[in-house]
């Protein structure tokens, strides 16, 4: 039934919204920060979030994620160590997850008080880069899990990754509308304090 969905196209067209999105609430801020001097903004923030995401659907449309595994698994053939590459790949899933959960930890422990809005994109981006790196690390358990299960003919891993893609879209979204513009202040009262 969904099963048009597993093509690489969907997720192309979702990242490249997620990087225009990112984009716009860059220059939001870029603008905010110009008309008050705004220090709590880091409009650099979502242009390199949107380079990220840009990145990301090339990597999907050019599928250099397959290209990269199956360069990996050639390699392991031609020098004899493909029988043995279970334990290798264990170990690299396992400090993925080790390291996107220290890397977690440290975010909320040590990003300041007025940068505490960049934190759930921060955490969102981090938890899809891993995804992918342990996608990519192509562990036989995480691809069975992935790649063979469906949900209505959806695979698992379109699922999770749409899911990360989309959580991204909403808290930029969010952060896009609460940026804080400059309060105007209003005619009647400008008049009776001149007064």
Not at 59 to 74: C, I, K, M, V
Not at 92 to 107: F, K, S
């Amino acid at each position: 039934m969904l099963e048009a969905f597993n093509t690489n196209t969907w997720m192309v067209a979702a990242y490249i919204v997620v990087a225009a999105l990112a984009c716009l609430t860059g220059l939001r801020e870029q603008s905010v920060q110009r008309t008050r001097h705004a220090t709590e903004l880091l409009p650099v923030f979502w242009f390199l979030t949107s380079a990220l995401f840009i990145s990301m659907a090339i990597a999907h449309a050019g599928e250099l994620g397959g290209a990269a595994a199956d360069y990996a698994r050639s390699g392991a053939y031609a020098d004899g160590w493909y029988e043995s590459r279970r334990s290798i790949q264990v170990v690299v899933v396992a400090v993925v997850a080790v390291l996107w959960a220290l890397a977690t930890l440290v975010a909320l422990w040590r990003i300041p008080e007025r940068r505490r809005r960049y934190l759930p994109m921060t955490i969102a981006t981090t938890t899809l880069m891993c995804f992918s790196v342990i996608r990519l690390v192509s562990l036989h358990h995480v691809d069975t899990l992935l790649y063979r299960r469906s949900i209505e003919g959806l695979r698992i891993g379109v699922i999770v990754e749409f899911f990360l893609v989309t959580l991204a879209a909403v808290i930029i979204d969010w952060a896009r509308r609460h940026v804080r513009r400059t309060p105007q202040p209003q005619p009647g009262l400008v008049e009776s304090r001149s007064a």
